[in-house]
């Protein structure tokens, strides 16, 4: 059984972008059917200690054509970047928010999106 997640966006101007996620509690929201993101830790051969801090990739999510797709599909094409960006994980059982590393991830990313 997949694990419930949900996007909340913010555009430049911290104005929400609208996902036609309809649910108590998660009203407005962006449903996500699969969330990417890979930590890289490298290491040196001979002895497999760390030689650097981990890498973390950026965050990539796929999602189903909603209310949101025409405003992100402009924003991607013009080169606009979003100002703030909110991940929820559910639990599978009781979807609640999950406990732990994945909670609620909040990312925000300024200026040129470095």
């Given at each position: 059984?997949?694990?419930?997640?949900?996007?909340?966006?913010?555009?430049?101007?911290?104005?929400?972008?609208?996902?036609?996620?309809?649910?108590?509690?998660?009203?407005?929201?962006?449903?996500?059917?699969?969330?990417?993101?890979?930590?890289?830790?490298?290491?040196?051969?001979?002895?497999?200690?760390?030689t650097?801090k981990?890498?973390?990739?950026?965050?990539a999510?796929m999602?189903?054509?909603?209310?949101?797709?025409?405003?992100?599909?402009?924003?991607?094409?013009?080169?606009?970047?979003?100002?703030?960006?909110?991940?929820?994980?559910?639990?599978?059982?009781l979807?609640?928010?999950?406990?732990g590393?994945?909670?609620?991830?909040?990312?925000?990313?300024?200026?040129?999106?470095?």
């Amino acid at each position: 059984m997949a694990i419930p997640v949900y996007l909340w966006l913010e555009d430049d101007g911290g104005a929400p972008i609208k996902g036609s996620v309809d649910v108590n509690g998660r009203e407005g929201s962006i449903e996500v059917s699969e969330l990417m993101h890979s930590v890289e830790q490298p290491t040196d051969p001979l002895t497999g200690k760390a030689t650097a801090k981990r890498l973390h990739s950026s965050y990539a999510f796929m999602k189903s054509v909603d209310n949101s797709s025409a405003y992100l599909y402009k924003a991607l094409s013009s080169g606009q970047t979003l100002k703030k960006g909110r991940v929820q994980i559910l639990s599978d059982q009781l979807q609640r928010p999950r406990r732990g590393i994945f909670q609620d991830y909040v990312g925000k990313r300024e200026g040129n999106g470095n």
